[in-house]
């Protein structure tokens, strides 16, 4: 890919806010907690609205840094807040681009990304300026969802359909959908050769979690960028969206659902 920067595929909207605003740090980067200690300088590339955030710099102690950025001002505002309501006052929030850190050679002993290499338009030079600010003996942690590994239960088409639109409309906007299943190839060809690949996963399936993540993508693909983009490509018009929105709802309403996310987690020494 030529484009420095792809689009982000989800976008802001609420619908998708909300979803991200429900992670956590032991839901989200339980790979990484064994790994943190207190005082430790920590880089959270991507951190959209912040709640992973705070729970990483909560680990650090009153001793740790944490620096937590974001290409959009907007959702960098509401981590701020997040954790000035919990009082978290070690993290400072700043706007900036994961293939050109505005941080010096071997500033952070962490460098933590999640779900942020599937967007960019070169994960591997990603990786390669993440290591760079990462310092000698410190780590590097990414994790990122592989679409085409998503199961679910009952096997409705508008979901078949749904995984197949989504990955085009990622990557018209420049970025890899399966990117879990590329971590450690991208990894290597970032110049790392101390790391450990391996794999968790979020499971949708009781009531309350499955209306959820139903509802939740069922805005998503009518009302959102990603529905933006499948319009202006042409891959998928208001009729398709609207379909696929009543499946997502079908899948949520039925008492049989069950849906699975898998997720390729990757450790890089410096």
Known sequence: ???????????????????HRSRTAADSAAYLLPELRPGQRLLDVGCGPGTITADLAERLGP???TVAVDTSAEVLAQAAAHAAERGIGTVVFEVADVHRLPYADGAFDVVHAHQVLQHVADPVAALREMRRVTAPGGLV???DADYAAMAWYPELPELAEWSALYRRIARANGGEPDAGRRLAAWARAAGFTDFTAGSGSWTFADPERRQWWGETWAERTERSATAATALAEGLADAGDLARIA?????????????FAVLHGE???RR
């Open 141 to 143: 942690a990414v994790r």
């Open 1 to 19: 890919m030529t484009n420095r920067r792809a689009a982000y595929t989800h976008g802001h909207q609420e619908s998708v806010l909300r979803s």
């Open 63 to 65: 001793d740790g840094r």
């Open 266 to 268: 990757l450790l890089a």
């Open 246 to 258: 009543a499946g997502w709802r079908r899948w949520a309403a039925d008492p049989d659902g069950w």
